[in-house]
């Protein structure tokens, strides 16, 4: 998965999918490549990791289609009044299906579409988040 491989006792001893752990290994090649300090897997109770770049603390989770939605929501929820949420997709198509899911008129879903709208909580891909790294180190 995103080119890195993985044993099943990874996934048994870490009770993590493939997906995720790829993921947050991909991350985690992001912040040393960019010197972002960053926690380690499992670390946080709140969020995946948690990390600082120009002062500031943002809370990253990774989205996985394997498990329920409903325990990133919850996640998010908790942790967004602490600073910056971050959402972390593989891919646009992920992104655009999860998006599609903030139109459920429930509750949660419904407080965590007013928090992307006020940019507290950012949906990204990989890929942006990358890009998002390195111009923020740039600063």
Known sequence: Y???????KWEKETKKSTRYLATFRKLR????????????????????TKITTIGQTMY????????????????????????????????EEEKLTFQDLLAS???AMMLLKLEVEASSLLL???????????ELKSV
């Open 29 to 48: 090649d992001i912040f040393v490549m960019n010197a972002v300090p960053f926690t380690a897997l499992g670390e946080e109770s709140e969020c995946d």
């Open 105 to 107: 008129p429930t509750q």
């Open 2 to 8: 995103l080119d890195y491989y993985s044993l099943v």
């Open 124 to 134: 990204l891909t990989i890929p942006d988040f990358e890009k998002m790294i390195i």
């Open 60 to 91: 990253v989770h990774i989205y996985d289609k394997t498990v329920d939605v409903s325990r990133t929501v919850e996640l998010i929820l908790k942790s967004i009044r602490n600073g910056i949420n971050i959402l972390i997709f593989k891919d």
